[in-house]
Nanobody, 124 residues
Framework: QVQLVESGGGLVQAGGSLRLSCTSS????????MGWFRQAPGKERAFVAT????????YYADSVKGRFTISRGNAAKTVYLQMNSLKPEDTAVYYC?????????????????WGQGTQVTVSS
């Protein structure tokens, strides 16, 4: 089993920045693609960003492109989401996810493991 723990959420004013972290532990399942998703109140979980095992390939939702950056740590067991120019509509619970494949994906159904989520609130 793989455990994912997110951190870095909080309350920030519009235009501000936050950096989310996700650390994986537990069983070694080989190369994993990672992704960030978010769920706002009353809405379905939505794709934010994804990164391949090597970090060479990334992909973003249109709503965050140019403002958010996904990256992996040197040990590849940590993934980050740098969020700049935050807007009130970015308010949501942010979830980290891992899939037993070296490729990333925007489809939440392809992910095998999920974290518990971290709240991000952007005030206007």
């Amino acid at each position: 089993q793989v455990q994912l723990v997110e951190s870095g959420g909080g309350l920030v004013q519009a235009g501000g920045s936050l950096r989310l972290s996700c650390t994986s532990s537990g069983r070694d399942v080989g190369p994993t693609g990672m992704g960030w998703f978010r769920q706002a109140p009353g809405k379905e979980r939505a794709f934010v960003a994804t990164i391949s095992w090597t970090g060479a390939k990334t992909y973003y939702a249109d709503s965050v492109k140019g403002r958010f950056t996904i990256s992996r740590g040197n040990a590849a067991k940590t993934v980050y989401l740098q969020m700049n120019s935050l807007k009130p509509e970015d308010t949501a619970v942010y979830y980290c996810a891992a899939k037993q494949s070296p490729l990333g994906s925007s489809d939440p159904h392809t992910y095998d493991y999920w974290g518990q989520g971290t709240q991000v609130t952007v005030s206007s």
